[in-house]
């Protein structure tokens, strides 16, 4: 038998991505590929791109760069670009990096084997439009399945153009997937051992997929896979404040599937430049959600994203997004320095000076920082579940994460990966508590 050919994949960026780059690793592994770490005995090496990543594009080019002398010394090794770097500059890619065979956007994926015959037959693979089918329906099932936490896309795409934005022009306008093919994906994940599914999407809360009756809800939808037994929670990402319907805050109080935990960027706590944002919400809006999410489930843990150095913003700007933090109290969060993407409105702005962006970004940082050992602090005695995901560093060790999305290590010789298990937290160090098994 011929020796399997190697694909060694490297994914910047959001859970997309990863769960993107897990399916491209099924449906060529039908071709005959096996992954590889190393990438110098690929036979085909593919960089799944993001393009929120500051820098996303020089950063691409710096890797492909580093992948000339391997191609060298290799051949027949080919050379593709995926993900929204690929959708946003296509052909161009390949015009600047000539070593590039393939160059495949994320509205693509499923043509990788056909691109890959043709690459075969020294045509060239770009496939970077919008084509109308669902890019769904022709992905095989996950087979590959690593512990009991998957991922299930339930939408793509944003329609919302945030000004700094690039998701809408790479990903495209809002798709959702059908309701029944959600539920068949679900139940098959459910029997390969799943215990655990985060709804993923762009805008996860503008979900409306065609179901019985209708367009269904996100909520609705979470209702329904609640039923499934054998899943034990739900958790989805990525929300818009402005999409948080009633039914979905009320499913926040009485699913007990639905997880503690909800991650709703609000990026700045300027109402100046949430206007300039295009967020199309304001600081007070969003008080206000939070707290009827908080009155429908008082534990709930929140996170954020935030930008600093959005252009035009001054010092009473910044001191806002700070004090929206401190009103809030976030468990965790993201934060990013404003950096200006091509073709969207806030690149043709005047940017805030590099310095100044610095140090903002540095005092938030520090903000969020203290919150989230507060937040992780206040778990100290309290009991909570935890599913088991894999062995920790120490022998007799189980990592897992907890209803509140926290990393706990457990002592538990006889643990399982896929248990879930009652813990009560004794500790807590920077990034993850750990606890005893009840
Ligand atoms: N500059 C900085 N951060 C950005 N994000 C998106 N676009 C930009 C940009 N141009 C951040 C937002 C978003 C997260 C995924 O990335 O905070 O919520
Ligand atoms: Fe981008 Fe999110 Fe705004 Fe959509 S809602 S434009 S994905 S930041």
Redesign the pocket.
């Known amino acids: 038998m011929a020796e399997p050919k190697k694909l060694f994949i490297k994914t910047y960026g ?1 859970q997309m991505n990863v769960y993107d780059s897990e399916r491209m690793v099924e449906s060529l592994g039908a071709e005959g590929y096996v992954t590889t770490e190393v990438a110098e005995e690929a036979d085909m090496v593919l960089l799944n791109t993001c393009h ?3 820098k996303a594009s020089e950063k691409l080019y710096s890797d492909l760069g580093r992948l000339k002398p391997l191609k060298a010394a290799k051949p027949g090794m080919k050379i593709g670009v995926a993900g929204c770097v690929a959708q946003a500059e296509g052909a161009e890619i390949q015009r600047r990096m000539p070593l590039v065979d393939l160059v495949v956007g994320p509205q693509s994926y499923h043509r990788l084997p056909a691109m890959m015959g043709d690459l075969a037959q020294g045509k060239t693979a770009i496939e970077t439009d919008f084509p109308p089918e669902d890019k769904f329906d022709h992905l095989p099932e996950r087979k590959v399945l690593r512990g009991p936490s998957a991922f299930l896309t339930v939408q793509e795409g944003c329609d919302k153009f ?1 000004a ?4 809408p022009y790479t990903r495209g306008a809002e798709v959702s997937r059908p309701v029944d093919r959600l539920l068949t994906e679900a139940r098959g994940l459910v029997e390969k051992g799943v215990k655990e599914i985060t709804l993923l999407g762009q805008n996860v809360n503008a979900y409306h997929g065609a179901g019985e009756g209708g367009a269904w809800g996100l909520a609705r939808l979470v209702r329904a896979l609640a039923r499934i037994d054998g899943l034990e929670r739900i958790r989805y990402t ?1 929300s818009h404040p402005n999409d948080m319907e009633d039914d979905l805050i009320a499913a926040h109080g009485d699913e007990a599937k639905l997880m503690p935990y909800l991650h709703l ?1 609000v ?1 700045s706590g300027s109402d100046r430049i949430l206007k300039a944002m295009n967020r199309k919400h304001t600081r007070d809006q969003y008080f206000l959600l939070i707290e009827r999410i908080r009155a429908a489930r008082p534990d709930i843990l929140l996170s954020s ?3 600093v150095g ?1 252009p035009g913003e001054t010092d009473q700007d910044f001191a806002d997004t700070m004090d929206l933090i401190r009103t809030v109290g976030f468990g965790s969060s ?8 091509p073709g ?1 409105p ?2 043709e702005k005047e940017p805030v000076a590099a310095e100044v962006a610095d140090a903002r970004l540095q005092e938030l940082q520090a903000l969020i920082t203290a919150q989230q050992r507060a937040a992780q602090e206040v778990m100290v005695g309290r009991e909570v579940g935890v599913i088991y995901e894999k062995p920790g560093r120490l022998p007799g060790q189980m990592v897992g994460k907890s209803d509140h999305l926290h990393a706990v290590h457990v002592d538990d010789p006889d643990g399982r990966i896929g248990d879930l298990v009652r813990v009560r937290i004794k500790a807590t160090s920077s990034n993850s508590l750990a606890g005893q098994r009840l």
């Open positions: 959001c929120i990543r500051e945030c700094f934005c690039v998701v990525t960027p990026q994203d935030f930008i959005f993201f934060s990013f320095k404003y950096s200006a993407r969207t806030a690149a």
